[in-house]
């Protein structure tokens, strides 16, 4: 069983940046496939970044160019680097945590058994 914590959460104005954190402890698997979700009020929880064991990322189209996913296996932490923050970005941010490679649309919400509690983000215009 892998725990997750997210912290990172902050309210900014548009065009701004924030950076995430995903630490996670328990047992931990560096070949898990890994990623970054959002839900906004009202809307079904979205992949918005996933990223495997060799470093191979994926984005949702609405954040390519301006989010960065990213991984410190030594530290069993995982990071969304946000830039140009725009006020539809606002959600609440959760990482998850796969069981083995990534497979399939690595931005699937049924990939990934372990999630964290989340931690809110706010864009103003």
């Known amino acids: 069983q892998e725990q997750l914590v997210e912290s990172g959460g902050d309210s900014v104005q548009a065009g701004g940046s924030l950076r995430l954190s995903c630490a996670a402890s328990g047992y931990t698997d560096s070949s898990a496939c890994r990623a970054w979700f959002r839900q906004a009020p009202g809307k079904k929880r979205e992949g918005v970044a996933a990223i495997d064991f060799t470093g191979y990322t994926r984005y949702t189209d609405s954040v390519e160019g301006r989010f960065t996913i990213s991984k410190d296996n030594t530290q069993n932490t995982l990071y969304l680097q946000m830039n140009s923050l725009k006020p539809e970005d606002t959600a609440v941010y959760y990482c998850?945590?796969?069981?083995?490679?990534?497979?399939?649309?690595?931005?699937?919400?049924?990939?990934?058994?372990?999630w964290g509690q989340g931690t809110q983000v706010t864009v103003s215009s």
């Open positions: 998850a945590a796969g069981q083995g490679y990534c497979t399939g649309s690595p931005l699937s919400i049924d990939l990934y058994p372990f």
